[in-house]
């Protein structure tokens, strides 16, 4: 996978509101999202049948996540991934994928 730093930094960089991101480590939040990639493609671009994340608005994505992981939105897996993260990480993955192009 080809992640270019700078769009990290400057998604990092651009968080605000919500959840309050403290500085995290780029290489970090780019090795979390690679794990996305089995459903959501590389890059944030999916297949047909799973959801795309990248240019998805930050602030609703952080949401969905927020919610999966309180239990507020039904899901076959997410709901369990998203235990695994603090509310500061699905805000960097959120901030992350917003910033890549669609």
Known sequence: MNWNPCLLAGALAAFSGGVQAQAMDP?????????????????????????SLAGVNKDELLKKMLDFKTGKKPATIMHQLSKGYSDEQLAALAAYFSALKK
Request: aromatic letters at 0%; a neutral charge; one cysteine or more.
């Open 27 to 51: 290489l970090q939040v780019r090795s979390m999202a690679a794990s996305c990639a089995t459903c959501h493609g590389t890059q944030g671009v999916a297949q047909a049948g799973n959801e």
